[in-house]
């Protein structure tokens, strides 16, 4: 006896009077998970390996550049009209966590090409809001990057929203150690270093230098860097 059925956001498998339930990668209208290969857009038909995803909304489009390569990676969406890109890469993508478990609308996630992650969790937390990471950067591990606080701040007196997220950019060639974070409404220049357990909560606007501390500031300038291909 075999048997398929959807409930409950699950999918039950029961074969020989044995079932086994597993939670749905896709539910609601219209989302979609496309591979992009050669400039051809394709749908995608199977598990990504290395790779767990979650959408729960409508209207959602998770778009993975060749090559790729993942490990221990995952992706939740919830909400409508989302968009993830991540950017095909000769490097591995590891322990990456692309965060939309907050049910809003409208956000953006976009990864560059050739970057590589050792150890990222990328939290977009805003309506309208959105989270860019340029080409041919590297990520350690531990980093934190959120565009909002998933909950509002008021001032007492005119009751307005006082931390209201939005972005986070970071451009081409940015190297952010590890244990660092990243807050909301920041922008980081193409071809800076990110010091070890920095916490940014500005702009910086000036590229090639060493960005540190917490909070964090220039602290080296006039510098370049390369990323380790045997790391």
């Known amino acids: 006896m075999f048997g398929i059925y959807e409930k409950d956001n699950h999918v039950h498998l029961c074969i020989l009077g044995i079932c086994v339930k597993f939670k ?7 989302n979609k998970i496309l591979i992009k290969s050669n400039g051809k857009v394709l749908n995608c038909r199977k598990r990504i ?8 909304g409508n209207d959602n489009t998770i778009i993975i550049e060749t090559p790729y390569k993942f490990n221990c990676s995952r992706i939740i969406c919830k909400g409508n009209n989302n968009t993830i890109i991540i950017g095909g890469t000769k490097y591995g993508i590891n322990s990456l966590f692309i965060d939309m478990r907050v049910r809003k609308n409208n956000r953006t996630v976009n990864i560059g090409k050739n ?5 990222a969790n990328l939290h977009a937390l805003s309506d309208s809001s959105s989270i860019e990471i340029g080409e041919n950067c590297l990520l350690s591990w531990g980093i934190e ?3 909002g606080d998933a909950h509002k701040i008021y001032d007492m007196k005119t009751q307005q929203v006082i931390n209201q997220g939005g972005y986070c950019k ?5 190297w952010i150690g590890c244990r ?23 702009q910086f606007q000036e590229s090639n230098t060493v960005i540190a501390g917490t909070p964090a500031k220039v602290i080296k300038n006039c510098i370049e860097w390369d990323i380790d291909d045997n790391f």
């Open 24 to 30: 749905k990668s896709l539910s609601g209208k219209n």
């Open 49 to 56: 390996k290395g790779l767990d995803i979650l959408i729960n």
């Open 115 to 119: 970057t590589k992650i050792i150890g």
């Open 145 to 147: 990057i959120m565009n």
């Open 170 to 174: 970071i451009g081409n060639h940015v």
């Open 180 to 202: 660092s974070f990243i807050g909301k409404n920041v922008i980081i220049a193409d071809n800076n270093v990110i010091g070890a357990c920095s916490t940014v909560t500005k």
